[in-house]
């Protein structure tokens, strides 16, 4: 009985050796192809630069989907399609414009523009005294007596001592969300929001923005101002507190609009029923050129599915890229990509998603049970060699999140995250911020992650 144990330890001992060093060389060969062969570059070179921002329901959009789309059909997968979903149709309308007037005549201009959602001014623009507050709990404090017939300007500013920079935006991106919502309800007649940038510059971060119920009449428009102009304005209104603001803004909410999801599969050789989805989103906002939020992670996610059949790996789970539609201003493509599995009664085992920008992976951020992430935590020292070192509990991503069940693993690739926040949603987002190599070791480490959950499945599964 003694001698069957050891033998017993024996196997799995040198199993577990062999398989891991068959990990360690596909790892290898994943790399080394995405550091020499990788197609992300040149695919993001396409959609930045050929194309530019892609808002929802624009024409830059269905340009997007069909260049990526036609890229997919040129790689020889098993299944390339489009999967149709309504879209919000938002446009920004002529160039912003704003000031601020200490007495008459006396004027600054300043960096502004219209928040995602946001309603126009009226043709000649809202001139109104304008009060600061820090965050949507000051209105409260304040009351309608100090509000009504004025602009509010929210100017909390993101927390710079914590070092996760996505905690630091979502401790302050309530008052670009729902201040406008929020304001209303104590007189105000627009809005002003520090963008959701950690340094001080000129560009000002725009991002959606919603209004809960109000009825359309009862809306008030809302613009982000530059983090420069938010202090200029700040101080400003210290010295001149009777000061003026002067905004004017044009955009314009359309009827819905057709786009697509696009979607590519490699049909799996062992479990074909078993989905594996790696994904980011396609659209993007119109400042700029999205090529950080989130052409990176579309390129990346298409990258994948070319890395695992150049680097030699033939999937046993089916391995689909979706670059969805309408993250940023409605999470349109998500929530139809999901409706639609679960009527088909798809079985999704896997969803990674890339949108925190084409920087250097730092890891994976992993919502699934203990079980699969102790699974997870096992497979630590496969990354090490490539400084991915942060395998950690927590939010997986917008698009996937509607995926989530019992029975799926969700995770999301967590990039060096200082710089991103420099570049979200501005102007400042543009192709040659990215990095070539970040880029692909980003494809390299999701590529990786994808080969070992589709090489041992998920818990439920087993
Ligand atoms: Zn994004």
């Known amino acids: 009985m003694k001698f069957l144990k050891y033998i017993l330890i024996v196997v799995v001992v040198t199993w577990q050796g062999y398989a891991q060093s068959e990990d360690e060389k596909q790892i290898k060969a994943i790399y080394e192809t995405a550091l020499t062969q990788s197609k992300s570059y040149d ?80 043709l000649q623009g809202i001139k109104a005294n304008i009060i600061e507050v820090n965050g ?54 627009g809005v002003i929001v520090r963008s959701m940038n950690l340094r001080l510059d000129d560009y000002p971060h725009t991002g959606s923005m919603g209004y809960g119920d109000l009825e359309v009449w009862e809306r008030i428009p809302a613009a982000a101002i530059s983090t420069k102009g938010a202090e200029f304005l700040s101080a400003t209104l210290k010295l001149s507190p009777n000061a003026n603001f002067y905004f004017k803004q044009s955009c314009k909410v359309y009827n819905d609009v057709e786009s697509f999801n696009v979607i590519g599969e490699i049909k799996g050789s062992t479990y074909p029923d078993e989905i594996i989805v790696v994904g980011g989103h396609l659209d993007s906002w119109d400042l700029g050129d999205g090529s950080h939020d989130d052409g990176a992670g579309c390129v990346q996610s298409m990258d994948v599915l070319r890395l695992l059949k150049e680097s030699g790996y033939t999937p046993k789970r089916t391995i689909r890229v979706v670059l969805f539609m309408n993250e940023e201003n409605g999470l349109r493509g998500g929530k139809k990509y999901a409706e639609v599995a679960k009527n088909k009664k798809e079985k999704h085992v896997f969803a990674l998603e890339s949108d925190a920008g084409g920087f250097s992976p730092r890891g994976f951020s992993f919502d699934c049970s203990e079980g699969d992430f102790k699974k997870v935590k096992s497979w630590g020292p496969l990354f090490e060699p490539y400084l991915v070192h942060m395998l950690v509990k927590g939010y997986s991503g917008a698009d996937i999140g509607p995926l989530k069940d019992d029975g799926i693993v969700l995770a999301g690739l967590r990039p060096d995250s200082q710089r991103y926040f420099d570049h979200h ?38």
């Open 136 to 189: 949507i709990k000051d209105l409260e404090v304040l009351g309608a007596d100090k509000i009504k017939g004025k602009i509010v300007f929210f100017n909390k500013p993101m927390d710079p001592t914590l070092i996760s920079t996505f905690e630091s935006y979502s401790g302050c991106v309530g008052q670009r969300y729902a201040g406008a919502m929020e304001a209303v309800k104590y007189g105000a007649v």
């Open 425 to 462: 949603h501005s102007e400042y987002d543009t192709f040659d911020h990215v990095n070539k190599r970040e880029l692909e070791l980003g494809a390299a480490a999701m590529s990786s992650l994808v080969y070992l959950f589709d090489k041992y499945g998920v818990e439920k599964t087993k």
């Open 43 to 122: 695919w993001l070179n396409y959609l930045s630069n050929q194309i530019g921002g892609r808002l929802s329901g624009s024409i830059q959009a269905q340009q997007a989907v069909d260049y990526t789309k036609a890229q997919l059909d040129s790689m020889g997968l098993d299944k390339v399609w489009l999967q149709p979903v309504m879209v919000p149709k938002w446009v920004r309308g002529t160039p912003e414009f704003a000031y601020v007037e200490t007495a008459p005549g006396i004027t600054t201009n300043l960096p502004i523009c219209a928040l995602g959602g946001s309603v126009a001014t009226p």
